[in-house]
């Protein structure tokens, strides 16, 4: 029987192992996850900033929200692909924008791929959710096949019909392809949340005006968090009214599925493009010949209902 326990949701927590480059919306997705699941740990990847900074940056978010949660940092560059960062949406520190405080404490290990194995082998019905690269994951299933069918499932946020690192790839399976086409090909329950659903789900002034109207420091700190990540959002694209607040996306599809839309389809990534390395290929064709699907890809979200749960969230931790 899979650890669980009643939430602000309907049913049980999922149990969650939480695999991160935080990341602003990697923080937001903290907040989230450790409101609404079962957290059995967080596990850090090279991704928006170097392993070191995503891991200080995850020690730093469950400072603030008073967790104790574990967190175990993994991989420091990708499979095969060179470590390549997203500073200029991030900041140098990968968590720019706000007075963070230092970690009271160290990682609890450098072993994430052994306590994602671990923990899959000895609690049933883990949800396994990457938010940045996905070599960690891919590490995991490489080294303990047997995950495949121990995890309840992975829910990841990556992808979509269009990219934002290229024209055709989208940062976290841009940063390591080979990884992200191992966990697209493992076989086991999959729910993608791409471009297409994040880009709907956008930290708007108002949006972060409710967060800031939240008393205390944990949503001053958030507010001022979203600000610095939307202003790096607004100011690169032509048409956002703010940044795109991606990872938490991958959460609320386990927590909160109601407030999504979601279609099977058949997705593979591509290795080897001159310009789409990194694509996500989703079959889309309403042929008998279309590939059976591997996947659940989210296509929309209610948007504000889904913002005022982080809203609540942030609230629940502000108490
Ligand atoms: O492309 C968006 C994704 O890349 C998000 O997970 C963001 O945190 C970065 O990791
Ligand atoms: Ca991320």
Redesign the pocket.
């Known amino acids: 029987m899979s650890p669980t326990s009643m939430s602000p949701i309907a049913g049980p927590k999922p149990s969650i192992i939480l695999d991160c480059?935080p990341?602003h919306?990697?923080a937001i997705a903290i907040v989230v996850a450790a409101r609404h699941t079962n957290l059995l740990g967080i596990t850090t990847v090279a991704?928006?900033a170097p392993l070191s900074l995503t891991t200080r940056n995850a020690l730093i978010m469950t400072d603030l929200l008073g967790l104790d949660t574990p967190v175990h940092s993994g991989a420091e560059r990708p499979l095969v692909a060179p470590p390549r960062h997203?500073g200029y949406v991030h900041g140098a520190s990968g968590l720019d924008g706000a007075d963070l405080p230092d970690p009271s404490r160290p990682a609890d290990s450098d072993h994430a791929i052994d306590f994602i194995i671990d923990t899959c082998r000895s609690t049933e019905g883990v949800w396994l959710v990457p938010?940045?690269p996905m070599t960690n994951i891919a590490l995991a299933l490489r080294a303990a096949p047997d995950l495949a069918h121990r995890i309840a499932g992975i829910s990841l946020?990556g992808g979509g019909t269009f990219g934002?690192r290229t024209a055709a790839a989208?940062?976290?399976l841009w940063a390591d392809p080979e990884a992200a086409a191992m966990v697209f090909e493992y076989g086991g329950p999959l729910i993608m949340s791409g471009l297409d659903v994040t880009h709907q789900f956008q930290a708007t002034p108002p949006r972060i005006d409710a967060v800031r109207a939240v008393p205390g420091r944990l949503a001053e700190l958030l507010a001022d968090l979203l600000t610095f990540f939307s202003h790096t959002y607004t100011t690169r694209h032509d048409d956002m009214g703010g940044a795109a607040v991606?990872?938490p996306i991958a959460v609320m599809a386990l927590t909160h599925p109601d407030l999504f839309t979601r279609v099977a389809r058949h997705v593979v990534i591509e290795t080897r493009g001159e310009h789409t390395r990194g694509m996500t290929l989703i079959d889309q064709r309403a042929l008998i010949e279309r590939h059976p699907p591997n996947c659940d890809v989210l296509t929309h979200v209610d948007d504000d209902a889904a913002f005022a749960v982080i809203t609540e969230a942030i609230a629940a931790f502000s108490r």
């Open positions: 480059d990341g919306d990697d991704g928006n997203a938010i940045g946020m934002n989208e940062f976290n991606h990872d």
